[in-house]
């Protein structure tokens, strides 16, 4: 049974950081992609950032590159998210979710692509 767990979300003020932690289990974590994706109260799921385990690359949703940084490791099969100048419009619940395939370059961030999810946690960045 895959599971993935969250964790490390919090509530900081503008410009702080958090680092955020998905742990997996029971899945095949060498292979596919690792995403983040947000969803903020009244607003869709939204692709945050994703992690081909097995090549390594990495792509990022426009609204935080250069602030945000994915990174994983693979004897841990534990990928991360770190989370630099945050803004009150980070403010959402963040989920980890694992992929066998998740499409190549802009497509990462379709939601049916990833099949496993955690339970979320929530990331509040007040001004």
């Known amino acids: 049974q895959v599971q993935l767990v969250e964790s490390g ?3 900081v003020q503008a410009g ?4 955020l932690s998905c742990a997996a289990s029971g899945y095949t974590y060498s292979s596919g992609c690792m995403g983040w994706f947000r969803q903020a109260p009244g607003k869709g799921r939204e692709g ?3 992690i081909y385990t097995g090549g390594g690359s990495l792509y990022y949703a426009d609204s935080v590159k250069g602030r945000f940084t994915i990174s994983q490791d693979n004897a841990k099969k534990t990928a991360y998210l770190q989370m630099n100048s945050l803004k009150p ?6 989920y980890c979710a694992a992929a ?4 190549y370059g802009g497509y990462w961030s379709r939601l049916s692509w990833y099949n496993y999810w955690g339970q979320g946690t929530q ?3 007040s001004q």
Do not use: P
């Not at 702080?16 to 680092?19: A, C, D, I, M, Y």
């Not at 066998?100 to 499409?103: D, K, L, N, S, V």
């Open 89 to 94: 419009e980070d403010t959402a619940m963040y």
């Open 16 to 19: 702080g950081s958090l680092r």
């Open 9 to 11: 979300g919090g509530s």
């Open 48 to 50: 945050v950032a994703v």
């Open 123 to 125: 990331v509040t960045v």
């Open 100 to 103: 066998a395939f998740c499409g």
